[in-house]
């Protein structure tokens, strides 16, 4: 059984950055392919970003709204995983969702929810001027 537990979320102004992390516990952070959703006011549930576990490429993949400005990460020692935001704009407000799954997808399928079966409870994330 795996557990993600993201960290606290916060309030941003337009332009600024704030970093996400997702504590995974009960399993090695490297073996699964990790991402990133998020809850939009009014939106259905988006991707965001995700990468593949180790052993099979380590390839990232962004979701078209964040591209060139979020940026995903993995650190094995702390069995984290971190999403870095910058620039962000007042569409990035929402809930973002930390998810795990151990099975292999192609890079389209892994845009969708049905992809990931382990979800952490979110955190709000707001930008705000």
């Known amino acids: 059984q795996v557990e993600l537990i993201e960290s606290a979320g916060g309030l941003v102004q337009p332009g600024g950055s704030l970093r996400l992390s997702c504590a995974v516990s009960?399993?090695?952070?490297?073996?699964?392919?990790m991402g990133w959703f998020r809850q939009t006011p009014g939106k259905e549930r988006e991707f965001v970003a995700a990468?593949?576990?180790?052993?099979?490429?380590?390839?990232?993949y962004y979701g078209d709204s964040v591209k060139g400005r979020f940026t995903i990460s993995r650190d094995n020692s702390r069995n984290t995983m971190d999403l870095q935001m910058n620039s962000l704009n007042l569409e990035d407000t929402g809930v973002y969702y930390c998810?795990?799954?151990?099975?292999?997808?192609?890079?389209?399928?892994?845009?969708?929810?049905?992809?990931?079966?382990?979800w952490g409870q979110g955190t709000q994330v707001t930008v705000s001027s």
């Open positions: 998810t795990a799954t151990s099975k292999n997808y192609n890079s389209g399928n892994m845009r969708r929810e049905e992809a990931w079966d382990y």
């Open positions: 009960g399993r090695a952070v490297s073996n699964y392919n």
């Open positions: 990468f593949r576990r180790s052993g099979y490429g380590g390839m990232q």
